[in-house]
């Protein structure tokens, strides 16, 4: 199986049977795109929803937001040979990792289920929330795809315990 891992402001799509696309998000959403008649789909990854008004973007920074990811994503998939009817969406991500950073996890899904919806295309799975990162893993040929939670980093070792008898030594 052949992997393409994509990051933030990244997309891929895909027809191939032996092929998967990866990501970890955190805050970030992905959105798979699936067309089950074409036996094609793909997947994007963005930092934010949308621009604030006043905010002046270049085409790099644009990258970054679900306005500008979701429409090359629907476009590259309808390139490919999607229908757009046809079109089943699954979102992941959005958790709310950093407490100080007011709710940007729900914030981005709220956009990406509003975007969708808006489109009129359909929304399967939903796994947004939390506030723990996800590996998804999404086989854009037959739709199926594997979310989990990144575990929590493992606690350090514990250090052994000081003797209490200073500067000794057994030799044995």
């Avoid at 933030?8 to 990866?22: L, M, N, P, R, Y």
């Avoid at 789909?41 to 934010?48: A, K, S």
């Avoid at 079109?87 to 289920?113: D, E, M, P, V, W």
């Avoid at 980093?153 to 052994?160: L, V």
């Amino acid at each position: 199986m052949r992997t393409i891992p994509i990051i933030q402001g990244e997309h891929a799509v895909v027809k191939d049977a032996d092929t998967v696309i990866s990501t970890l998000l955190g805050s970030c959403i992905a959105v798979c795109l699936h067309d089950a008649e074409a036996r094609l789909g793909g997947m994007n990854h963005f930092l934010l929803g949308e621009p604030s008004p006043e905010h002046t973007l270049s085409e790099l920074d644009l990258q970054r937001y679900g306005v500008h990811a979701m429409e090359v994503l629907i476009n590259a998939t309808m390139k490919a040979g999607a229908n757009r009817q046809n079109l089943r969406a699954h979102l992941y991500g959005g958790a709310n990792i950093i407490a100080g950073l007011g709710g940007i996890g729900t914030a981005n899904a709220a956009f990406a289920k509003r975007f969708l919806e808006t489109e009129g295309i359909a929304i399967g799975h939903v796994d947004t929330g939390g506030t723990r990162a996800r590996k998804v893993e999404f086989r854009p040929f037959d739709g199926k795809i594997r979310a989990r939670c990144v575990s929590d980093a493992p606690p350090p070792p514990k250090p052994d315990p000081t003797p209490e008898h200073g500067g000794e030594i057994e030799l044995f």
